[in-house]
């Protein structure tokens, strides 16, 4: 029997850096939101662990013992006392680098699927997931929610209004690393994170991130030229921008008007779950 889960596209909708730790890692205010697209990852029983990887972006990774696929679901059986494999089949359809959890997402729906394969009750996929990647317990939920801490500390918050909302997610196929972006911030701390007010926030790393990918720009300046665009940012650290929109037809026409000009482009016509 082969089971399969969505590795939901997570989007940072306002995101403040409060200080960079001793540990190295940075303190941030953050509001995820998923959508409703993302990698479609599959799993079948198996006597070792093994990764198959296909989509539009599967030449960019490893299947090696290194992917988070991997690492998550070994780390699961490890805790579990699970002495059984797993073979997984990824289909790659997120940019890699991109600011919108592709890794993570794609680690949290191993964590969820292993668990269904072999029927675990005695530890939740969460027990592992933060010591897989700091967005992988968000990204486990895969529901609106405030995320603190290094991210990793969750608060669930009233999402319904969100629900259904189209979004255009856009990226320049500018691979945008976590680390350099963090280390490009200015050290600044521009104070905490309303999460009632999460529209009026921002995202910290946006310029950091615009420094070392001048096409971020771009991407912001195409979605917010586009007719009723509600709200645009950057995600996370960047490649990968939004907008959201009130309507599928406004979301699609901008789909088609960034498509003609910017035919190079990643855009995923989506909505928020």
């Known amino acids: 029997m082969r089971l399969t889960e969505t590795a939901h596209a997570k989007l940072n909708l306002a995101l403040h ?5 001793e540990d190295g890692y940075h303190e941030l205010e953050t509001v995820f939101a998923f959508t409703g697209a993302g990698d479609v990852l599959g799993v079948s029983a198996a006597d ?16 090696g013992p290194d992917n988070l ?21 990824l289909d790659k359809k997120l940019p890699i680098a991109s600011g919108i959890g592709g890794g993570s997402a794609d ?4 964590l969820r699927l292993a668990a269904r394969l072999w029927a675990i009750d005695h530890i939740r996929p969460m027990d592992v997931a933060a010591d ?19 991210g990793e500390k969750l608060d669930l918050i009233d999402g319904s209004a969100l629900t259904g909302l189209p979004v255009l997610l856009a990226n320049p196929l500018r691979a945008c690393p976590t ?11 521009r104070g905490p994170l309303d999460v009632n007010n999460w529209m ?16 971020i720009g771009d991407v912001l300046g195409a979605l917010e030229s586009q007719h009723g665009a509600r709200l645009t940012r950057m995600s996370g650290s960047g490649a990968t921008c939004f907008a959201l929109f009130d309507t599928t037809t406004a979301r699609d ?17 989506t909505v928020l779950l």
Request: hydrophobic share 50%; glycine share 8%.
């Open 200 to 215: 009026d926030a921002r995202n910290d790393l946006q310029a950091p991130a615009l420094g070392l990918v001048a096409e």
């Open 179 to 189: 680390g350099p972006v963090f280390k490009a911030w200015d050290g600044v701390d």
């Open 48 to 63: 070792d662990f093994s990764l198959t990887l296909t989509g539009p972006f599967a030449h960019e990774l490893s299947n």
């Open 69 to 89: 696929v991997l690492k998550a679901a070994k780390a699961l059986a490890q805790a579990a006392g699970i002495r059984k494999g797993a073979a997984f089949r």
């Open 253 to 269: 026409a901008a789909a088609c008007a960034i498509k003609a000009s910017h035919p190079n482009w990643w855009l995923l016509p």
């Open 107 to 110: 680690a949290a729906a191993a």
């Open 132 to 150: 897989i990647g700091a967005d992988v317990p968000a990204c486990v939920l895969s529901q609106t929610c405030f995320g603190y801490g290094v």
């Open 17 to 21: 850096v409060r200080r960079r730790r």
